[in-house]
């Protein structure tokens, strides 16, 4: 069980525990906006009742120029997040203007198969004090990845796993057993984590197009609060195959007062479907 739960007081109409919970990553696929159009709609929802729910815009690496070239012109500032791999998330550190803050990267560190061990130890000199997280394939050497990054956030770095949801190919969407066994290994080390891709909406389905059957961010998140009260694997791989929204939602009720466990949060490529979902589901009300 949790020994304690920090309460939040946040003057908004966004519940604590939902805080930070989208990264904005309007300029990846499916969506793939443009430099221009991903500006305008972050703004938009950062300037919206929601604001509290995004963090900061993730974007390529490989766009940085252009982007701190829109930056300079329009005299505005930013928080980011960096994606890409490692070298070019290297490179566009070391181009990076003074009116991007970048608050985190965001980098793969082996392929499926591989080991993840020498992508890290990479990982880490790039991070080099700065928050990151590492995307961990849920394959071979993925304990002892976990080690190692539980360790180093021990020691005082700030990085944690990054795991892969879904994507172009079936084998990029973990089943509930798999994902569940990562939150469960994730809370025995005291290890947050992060997700990407295929968390389009609140519940678990099939995608009609691809056949796919992608996750629901509210059985991640009612699947983590489970895993931080001590719950089994076996029992978080049931929150998270559920299609039952009653007793998600319920769970997810009682803990909205309470900071999140666990799950860091993810990237969307639509703020608004998650926020919709949310709204529909009764967890986040605009003001009146």
Known sequence: MRASVRLLNVPNSVPPLLVDLLDDAAMFPPRGASINDALDGHREARSSWYAPLV??????????????SRLRDSGDRLSIGLV???TVVAGALAAAGDQVDVKHIEAPVAKRGEDPMPGLAAFRTIAAGRAGYAEVPLTWGLL???DTLAGARAAGERIAPKFRTGGLAAELFPTPVELAAVICACRDRDLPFKLTAGLHHALRHTDPETGFLHHGFLNVLAGSIAAADGAEAADVAEVLATTDAVPLVETVRGQLAAERPLWIG????SIAEPVDDMRRLGLLLPPA
């Open 144 to 146: 002892a990845a976990l």
């Open 55 to 68: 963090g900061p815009l993730l974007v390529p690496a490989d766009e940085v120029g252009a982007l701190w």
């Open 266 to 269: 993810y990237g969307t490529c």
């Open 84 to 86: 890409g791999p490692l």
